[in-house]
């Protein structure tokens, strides 16, 4: 799996930003995520979290129930604004008076009238980063302060000039959005962000972390399950994991750091994708459950996170997310027990996803007037998420019904268990025919021993009773092999 993300290179061109620039960037909500140090994404560990989503209840399914990402982990992990205007509006089927008008390039598309796409190369060249590559014996943060110094000699550094400046952080923007908190298929970058980008004193007021959540389920929800890449930002579902699921993953080296995502180091492993990929499935799967950790922020305060505070009227909500021509429902009411209540059954069929396209020729659309009652679910604020289960047994007897005999829920042995199992299967054999052998030469002996036995029948008797001790000479041998080759393999 090869994530769609160009982290190092967005950060990088953030870094060069002149100073004022950069503080208009903080201002619009985005110096949080920006100030995360680009780190290994863990393409194993994110394909088999991603495994799991379930496109009916948009929701993962774990062995031990439903679990979501929610506002809050996007806020506390990322520093995004989670509250807000939904980013939403119009989208349209040309964008090529609005790429040359903002950001003076020119857009390209499968015809003259569909014109929606920026190149990637074309925008890198914008931002002085066309061809920059990172060596193989490069590292990681010497990179990034290389192209930072490239980019910083390509912006206008007046700031007077408002003309060129805004040009040069609308150019920026939709290199982020497209290459770090958006990302799609293909080497293009999609234009539909320039409506919201116009004005840029409004770009700070719209709920940008909730955008994020939207498009990470929109993306886990339309892929065939042979996808080599990863859509929207890597990392958030990657720390999301080691918060709720501790599988070893990563080592936290900051603990005081915000937002959460600047907290964590991942290990690297040199072992192949395919054997870290079976691995981390097993582990999943026979994961303990009652390892998982339902509330990890229990204890966290929102010291320095103003993204928390504004946020935290969403946090326990029902809710339909935005990001332009994409709307997906959040669902916590399947997660309760992340919000410290019992889980009850929830027998309803799961609303799905919709907008995320117009059928045939590319239209011109305004997502809040074709889809008002979901826009108007997100300004009134959704619905509170409640339980009224005492307990969630009720709710764990009825998810093993529903989803226990999938392949993935079921455990699954490996070679070395399925070997062992094949010993424990010949021993178990092996010892029926030992004690068959033990009865038959004990009947043998029985008869033997009988006064009424005649002479004549003696000769026969005695060649049946030797022939049994050499089967159950022969029994115990292979059973004391077997056991042998058993403890070796258990011991293994």
Not at 239 to 261: F, H, K, M, Q
Request: proline fraction near 5%; charged fraction near 25%; aromatic fraction near 10%.
């Amino acid at each position: 799996m090869r994530p769609r993300t160009m982290w190092p290179l967005v950060v990088a061109a953030y870094r060069g930003l002149p100073a004022f620039q950069r503080e208009r960037v903080r201002e619009m909500g985005f110096g949080s995520i920006l100030g995360i140090e680009p780190f290994f994404v863990d393409p194993p560990l994110i394909q088999v979290i991603r495994d799991r989503w379930d496109r009916v209840s948009r929701t993962f399914l774990f062995p031990w129930g439903h679990m979501v990402p929610s506002l809050e982990d996007v806020a506390r992990i990322t520093g995004l604004r989670v509250d807000g205007e939904a980013v939403t509006g119009v989208t349209y089927a040309d964008y090529t008076d609005l790429t040359q008008q903002l950001l003076g390039l020119e857009p390209f598309g499968q015809d003259d009238h569909e014109r929606r796409m920026v190149g990637r190369v074309a925008l890198l060249q914008s931002l002085g980063l066309a061809g920059v590559r990172q060596k193989a014996d490069e590292l990681l943060p010497a990179f990034v302060e290389q192209a930072a110094g490239l980019a910083r000699a390509t912006y206008g550094q007046d700031a007077e000039d408002t003309v060129r400046v805004d040009r040069d952080l609308r150019r920026f923007l939709v290199f982020f959005f497209g290459k770090m908190l958006f990302t799609t298929k293909g080497d293009g970058i999609h234009c539909r962000f320039l409506e919201l980008l116009n004005d840029l004193t409004r770009v700070g007021r719209y709920a940008w972390g909730a955008a994020l959540l939207e498009h990470t389920f929109a993306d886990l929800s339309t892929g065939t399950g042979r996808e080599t890449t990863v859509g929207g930002f890597a990392p958030f579902l990657q720390v999301w994991s080691y918060y709720y699921l501790p599988l070893g993953r990563a080592i936290e080296v900051d603990p005081t750091a915000v937002p959460l995502g600047r907290r964590w180091l991942p290990l690297v492993s040199t072992a192949t994708y395919a054997f870290q990929l079976d691995v981390l499935r097993r582990h999943v799967r026979d994961f303990p459950a009652l390892l998982v950790v339902w509330e990890p922020y229990a204890d966290y305060g929102d010291a320095d996170q103003p993204w928390v505070v504004s946020g935290q009227g969403l946090f326990r909500r029902d809710i339909w997310v935005h990001c332009l021509n994409e709307i997906e429902p959040l669902r916590l009411r399947l997660a309760a027990r992340t919000l410290g209540l019992h889980q009850r059954w929830i027998d309803e069929a799961g609303p799905k996803g919709i907008g995320r396209k117009t059928r045939g020729k590319a239209k011109t659309v305004d997502w809040r007037t074709r889809f008002p009652e979901q826009f108007l679910d997100w300004h009134r604020g959704g619905q509170v998420v409640a339980s009224n289960a005492t307990d969630s047994t009720a709710y764990l007897q009825r998810y093993q019904e529903e989803y226990g005999l999938r392949d993935f829920m079921r455990p699954e042995r490996d070679g070395r268990d399925m070997l062992i199992g094949q010993l424990e299967g010949q021993l178990a054999a092996t010892t029926a025919q030992l004690a068959e052998a033990r009865a038959a030469l004990e009947t043998a002996a029985v008869q033997a021993e009988m006064g009424g036995a005649s002479s004549s029948r003696c000769p026969a008797v005695a060649a049946e009773v030797s022939s049994l001790q050499e089967q159950l000479a022969a029994a115990v041998a292979r059973a004391e092999r077997v056991e042998r080759d058993l403890a070796i393999r258990v011991s293994i």
